[in-house]
Nanobody
Framework: QVQLVESGGGLVQPGSSLRLSCALA????????IRWYRQAPGKEREGISC????????YYADSVQGRFTASRDNAKNMVHLEMINLRPEDTAVYYC?????????????????WGKGTQVTVSS
């Protein structure tokens, strides 16, 4: 059974950095595009990044472009999301999900498996 487990969330001050991790069990990264989402209180879930399983492409939403960097560690079957210059508006529960591709990830479509999420709070 495929499972995703996020880790690395926490409470940080504005301008700080944080690295989230997503561990994939029950399959390998070659089989899935790993997507990152976040959901802030009272807001819709937002697709913020996707790592393609077909090539080295990594996609980002405009809201995080230039501040967030996604990467994969095939040896550990994990993906990471490096976040720098965090802002209060980045406060959300962050989720990773697995899908067959990055198509429509921004629309939240095509997700087959989800992690339970990790809380990121940016506050002074």
């Amino acid at each position: 059974q495929v499972q995703l487990v996020e880790s690395g969330g926490g409470l940080v001050q504005p301008g700080s950095s944080l690295r989230l991790s997503c561990a994939l069990a029950g399959s390998t990264l070659d089989n899935y595009a790993i997507r990152w989402y976040r959901q802030a209180p009272g807001k819709e879930r937002e697709g913020i990044s996707c790592l393609s399983n077909f090539d080295d492409s990594i996609y980002y939403a405009d809201s995080v472009q230039g501040r967030f960097t996604a990467s994969r560690d095939n040896a550990k079957n994990m993906v990471h999301l490096e976040m720098i210059n965090l802002r209060p508006e980045d406060t959300a529960v962050y989720y990773c999900a697995a899908g067959e591709s990055c198509h429509f990830y921004r629309l939240g479509r095509g997700n087959k498996y989800w992690g339970k999420g990790t809380q990121v709070t940016v506050s002074s």
